[in-house]
């Protein structure tokens, strides 16, 4: 997994690879964490529940506000009833990666998730 990131440029946007967990005791990104294949995501924990949409709900708000971005720009694209996810951050890609590493550096350059919560 080293070298590899969850984050991919696409022409509209970035795509997030995501492990979440729902019914969490907090909300909080936690770092890297490895998907069936092994392949990086990032690895989320929501306090929501799993049903109705909710834990993806909570997903999306917490990215959004982790990144500093309006939550619309944010979609889920991949996984909705599955614990691995692929979120669409819309806009410039190469923009939107310089923000990411930004907001999310310190999570990331810790490698694989440990419980962090978000400040």
Same mark, same amino acid.
Do not use: C, Y
């Given at each position: 997994?080293?070298?590899?990131?969850?984050?991919?440029?696409?022409?509209?946007?970035?795509?997030?690879?995501?492990?979440?967990?729902?019914?969490?005791?907090?909300?909080?990104?936690?770092?890297?964490?490895?998907?069936?294949?092994?392949?990086?995501? #990032? +690895?989320?924990?929501?306090? %929501?529940?799993?049903?109705?949409? @909710?834990?993806?709900? $909570?997903?999306? !708000?917490? *990215? /959004?506000?982790?990144?500093?971005?309006?939550?619309?720009?944010?979609?889920?694209?991949?996984?909705?009833?599955?614990?691995?996810?692929?979120?669409?951050?819309?806009?410039?890609?190469?923009?939107? #990666? +310089?923000?990411?590493?930004? %907001?999310?550096?310190?999570?990331? @350059?810790?490698?694989? $998730?440990?419980? !962090?919560? *978000? /400040?």
């Amino acid at each position: 997994m080293e070298g590899a990131s969850p984050f991919t440029a696409v022409a509209d946007g970035v795509r997030i690879a995501v492990r979440l967990t729902p019914k969490s005791a907090r909300d909080q990104i936690e770092g890297l964490s490895a998907t069936r294949d092994g392949r990086p995501a #990032l +690895a989320v924990k929501v306090r %929501a529940v799993p049903e109705k949409g @909710a834990a993806n709900a $909570a997903l999306l !708000r917490l *990215l /959004a506000e982790a990144l500093g971005l309006a939550p619309g720009r944010l979609s889920l694209v991949g996984g909705p009833r599955d614990r691995h996810k692929t979120v669409l951050v819309g806009g410039d890609p190469q923009a939107l #990666l +310089a923000a990411i590493h930004v %907001a999310l550096g310190p999570i990331l @350059a810790s490698g694989l $998730a440990e419980s !962090r919560p *978000l /400040a």
